[in-house]
Every structure is written in structure tokens, then in C-alpha cells.
């Protein structure tokens, strides 16, 4: 028993001296570890500083940059000014001297525009009095024609009422109770509308009985029906014998006829017809019912 207990403190005693060492050499590898990771951190910290100084240095020389690009962007710009600048007073000058050329040649245009117009007013003058003295004598000339126009149209128309006065129409007209006033020479007007005496169809709308007429028979041999005839035409007598006349035309707000003129019932139509030569003069469509 006590052989082992002794035993068991000679071995303690002989690896107590064992970790003491190891102890110290701990503490020594922690002093190395610790200085190396100072050491680390300084070299980090001044290659960041450097980096920042580095970076610092680029931006300066970047500033520096911009700050020529700036100046060179300003020079840039003031050329641009001047250059434009220049360019408008080049095209001032250009539009000016295209002005006073154009007023030089709206100056030389006029002068020319007088001179033609004035040659033109004297060889107007000259034509004008040329003119006159052609027309002069055209117009004596004209007047003699004139005349003798006249005095041809009277003699036809003497030698037309003596014909007319002689004539032998194989009708009714050779009666001498139908041939009165054929000599008047006067000539039918039809300004009459413009007369309110004879406005048919204001008179006809507060009389429409009036104008309610019996059936229109056409003559015999007529065979044609209604054609709507017009001022001019010629008709034959057959279409315009007593028996159609229409003795009061004032019944009707018509003008009188007078003279070789009639007025005569054609179906709904009011006919003034020359009963010498059968000529519709005037005529009223529609007139009656």
C-alpha cells in the first residue's frame, strides 16, 4: 500500500515540471499569434490608406480632367457663338443686299412699267382716235342703212295691210263684221302684268267659279289634243274661230285686245292670237278649270 501511494508522487512530481513548460510555451505562441495579427492589420490599414491616397490621386487628376474638358466644352461653345454669330450677320448682310438688288430691280421694273404704259396710253390714243373716225363713218353709214331699213319695212308693211285688206281667206275672217280694226298699227305690249288691275290669280283665289269653265271641245278636223304652244307659233284659224273668242277678257282679269288681236279659249289655256296671220302674241297657261 504505501510502496504504491509513493509511487503515485514520484510521477506527479516528474510531470509537474511538464506542464509548467507547456504553459509557457502557450503563452508564448499566443504572443506570436496576437503580434502577427497586429502586424496583419497594420499592413492592411496602411494599404487601405494608400488605396485612399491612391483614390484621392485619381480624382484629383479626374477633376483635373473635367475641369479641361469644362474649359474645352466652354471654348467649344463660345466658337459655336461666334461662329453663329457671324453666320447670322453674313445672312443680314446677304438678305440686305438681296433687298436693295430687288428694290433695284422693282425700281428699274417700274421705271420700265411707266415707260410701257405711257407708249401704251398713246398708242391707245392714236387707236381711239382712229376708232372714232371709223365709227364715224360706220355710223353714217349705219344711219343711211338704217334708214333705208325703214323705209323697206314701212313699205312692206303698207303692202301688207292692203294685202291683208284684200285678202281672201276662205274662212270666217272674210267676214267684214271680223276684219274691224285690222288697220291698227300698234303693236301689242305685255307690260300689262305689271299692272295689278289684270292679276288673274290673285283675282282667281276668292273667285274660282269664275274660271270653272265648260268642257273644251277641240274643232273637228283637229286630231292633235293638247299641245302647249308658245309665243310665235302659228296656228291655224280653225283654232281661233269666233266661237272660242273670249269677248270679255275683263272677266278674267285679262287686258283688252285691240286692233287684229283676239283673245281665244285653247283647252285651260288663254291664247291673244293675230287673227291676220294666225301668230300667237301673248298667251296665260292654265288659267282656267
Given at each position: 500500500?504505501?510502496?504504491?501511494?509513493?509511487?503515485?508522487?514520484?510521477?506527479?512530481?516528474?510531470?509537474?515540471?511538464?506542464?509548467?513548460?507547456?504553459?509557457?510555451?502557450?503563452?508564448?505562441?499566443?504572443?506570436?499569434?496576437?503580434?502577427?495579427?497586429?502586424?496583419?492589420?497594420?499592413?492592411?490599414?496602411?494599404?487601405?490608406?494608400?488605396?485612399?491616397?491612391?483614390?484621392?490621386?485619381?480624382r484629383?487628376?479626374?477633376?483635373?480632367?473635367?475641369?479641361?474638358?469644362?474649359?474645352?466644352?466652354?471654348?467649344?461653345?463660345q466658337?459655336?457663338?461666334?461662329?453663329r454669330?457671324?453666320?447670322?450677320q453674313?445672312?443680314?448682310?446677304d438678305?440686305?443686299?438681296?433687298?436693295?438688288?430687288?428694290?433695284?430691280?422693282?425700281?428699274?421694273?417700274?421705271?420700265?412699267?411707266?415707260?410701257?404704259?405711257?407708249?401704251?396710253?398713246?398708242?391707245w390714243?392714236?387707236?381711239?382716235?382712229?376708232?372714232?373716225?371709223?365709227?364715224?363713218?360706220?355710223?353714217?353709214?349705219?344711219?343711211?342703212?338704217?334708214?333705208?331699213?325703214?323705209?323697206?319695212?314701212?313699205?312692206?308693211?303698207?303692202?301688207q295691210?292692203?294685202?291683208?285688206?284684200?285678202?281672201?281667206?276662205?274662212?270666217w275672217?272674210?267676214?267684214?263684221?271680223y276684219?274691224?280694226?285690222?288697220?291698227?298699227?300698234?303693236?301689242?305690249?305685255?307690260?300689262?302684268?305689271?299692272?295689278?288691275?289684270?292679276?288673274?290669280?290673285?283675282?282667281?283665289?276668292?273667285?274660282r267659279?269664275?274660271?270653272?269653265?265648260?268642257?273644251?271641245?277641240?274643232?273637228?278636223?283637229?286630231?292633235?289634243?293638247?299641245?302647249?304652244?308658245?309665243?310665235?307659233?302659228?296656228?291655224?284659224?280653225?283654232?281661233?274661230?269666233?266661237?272660242?273668242?273670249?269677248?270679255?277678257?275683263?272677266?278674267?282679269?285679262?287686258?283688252?285686245?285691240?286692233?287684229?288681236?283676239?283673245?281665244?279659249?285653247?283647252?285651260?289655256?288663254a291664247?291673244?292670237?293675230?287673227?291676220?296671220?294666225?301668230?300667237?302674241?301673248?298667251?296665260?297657261?292654265?288659267?282656267?278649270?
Amino acid at each position: 500500500m504505501n510502496r504504491y501511494f509513493i509511487a503515485a508522487l514520484i510521477a506527479a512530481t516528474a510531470l509537474a515540471p511538464v506542464s509548467a513548460s507547456a504553459q509557457r510555451g502557450d503563452r508564448i505562441q499566443g504572443q506570436s499569434r496576437q503580434e502577427r495579427f497586429e502586424n496583419q492589420r497594420q499592413r492592411y490599414t496602411q494599404q487601405a490608406r494608400q488605396q485612399r491616397q491612391d483614390a484621392r490621386q485619381d480624382r484629383r487628376s479626374n477633376r483635373g480632367d473635367r475641369q479641361d474638358a469644362r474649359r474645352g466644352r466652354q471654348d467649344n461653345r463660345q466658337d459655336a457663338r461666334r461662329d453663329r454669330r457671324d453666320d447670322r450677320q453674313d445672312a443680314r448682310r446677304d438678305r440686305r443686299g438681296d433687298r436693295q438688288d430687288a428694290r433695284r430691280g422693282r425700281q428699274d421694273n417700274r421705271g420700265d412699267w411707266r415707260q410701257d404704259r405711257r407708249d401704251n396710253r398713246q398708242e391707245w390714243r392714236r387707236d381711239q382716235r382712229q376708232d372714232r373716225g371709223d365709227r364715224r363713218v360706220d355710223r353714217a353709214r349705219l344711219t343711211r342703212e338704217a334708214q333705208r331699213r325703214q323705209e323697206a319695212r314701212e313699205r312692206r308693211e303698207a303692202q301688207q295691210r292692203r294685202h291683208n285688206a284684200q285678202r281672201r281667206y276662205n274662212d270666217w275672217r272674210d267676214d267684214a263684221r271680223y276684219r274691224r280694226g285690222w288697220d291698227d298699227r300698234r303693236n301689242w305690249s305685255r307690260e300689262w302684268r305689271r299692272n295689278d288691275r289684270y292679276n288673274w290669280r290673285h283675282y282667281r283665289r276668292s273667285h274660282r267659279n269664275v274660271y270653272r269653265l265648260p268642257r273644251y271641245y277641240a274643232p273637228r278636223n283637229y286630231h292633235y289634243g293638247y299641245r302647249r304652244f308658245s309665243i310665235g307659233l302659228t296656228i291655224g284659224s280653225m283654232l281661233f274661230a269666233p266661237n272660242y273668242w273670249i269677248n270679255d277678257p275683263w272677266q278674267y282679269r285679262l287686258p283688252p285686245a285691240y286692233g287684229p288681236y283676239r283673245w281665244v279659249r285653247y283647252y285651260n289655256d288663254a291664247l291673244l292670237i293675230d287673227i291676220r296671220t294666225g301668230r300667237i302674241v301673248d298667251v296665260e297657261y292654265d288659267i282656267f278649270w
